[in-house]
């Protein structure tokens, strides 16, 4: 797939119908296929069809891109960066709460907790990190399709037991 072709409908972004919108949790999709999504977009939020994290329906028709003369203008609102960093948005589970940190898609889940330890002084040992499905501390944001910017869930572990 081309970072300028919608993922949803695999044809190529344009300035009229298949125009590109950044959504909440960072994906692009174009016109037409938000138009699909018209009774999802009624409610306050919808799970976006590329990451299947919740996003907000408000303010994606704010967020077009304008294709004139730059083919990586797309790839490079997704990322906000140049540098190789994004941005990572951890959601926690419980409270809704939402904090932000800058990573590279080579770090592993475990070096992303370390920053969370260091920067926000959350310990190790009292959550795991989920998106679709539980993250293995050895793996990389990579290896789950983490390579822009998403959100993922903090899930608190419990703690005692019957």
Do not use: W
């Not at 926000?120 to 009292?126: G, H, V």
């Not at 290896?143 to 419990?158: A, F, H, P, R, W």
Request: overall charge neutral; glycine content about 4%.
């Amino acid at each position: 797939m081309s970072k300028n072709e919608c993922p949803c409908c695999r044809e190529n972004f344009n300035n009229e119908e298949n125009k590109p919108y950044i959504m909440e949790c960072g994906d692009t999709i174009c016109l037409k296929c938000i138009n699909n999504y018209q009774e999802a977009l009624k409610k306050e939020t919808f799970e976006c069809p590329t990451c299947c994290n919740e996003t907000k329906s408000s303010g994606i028709l704010n967020k077009s891109i304008n294709l004139n003369n730059n083919s990586n203008q797309i790839e490079n609102q997704n990322n906000g960066s140049t540098d190789g960093f994004f941005e990572l948005l951890i959601r926690n589970k419980t409270s809704q709460e939402r904090i932000s940190i800058r990573v590279k898609k080579e770090y592993t889940i475990r070096k992303v907790k370390d920053i969370l330890l260091k920067e926000k002084n959350i310990p190790i040992q009292s959550y795991h990190l989920a998106f679709k499905k539980p993250l293995n501390d050895d793996n990389t944001l990579e290896s789950y399709g983490i390579t822009k910017t998403v959100t993922i869930t903090q899930i608190s572990d419990l703690v005692g037991g019957i």
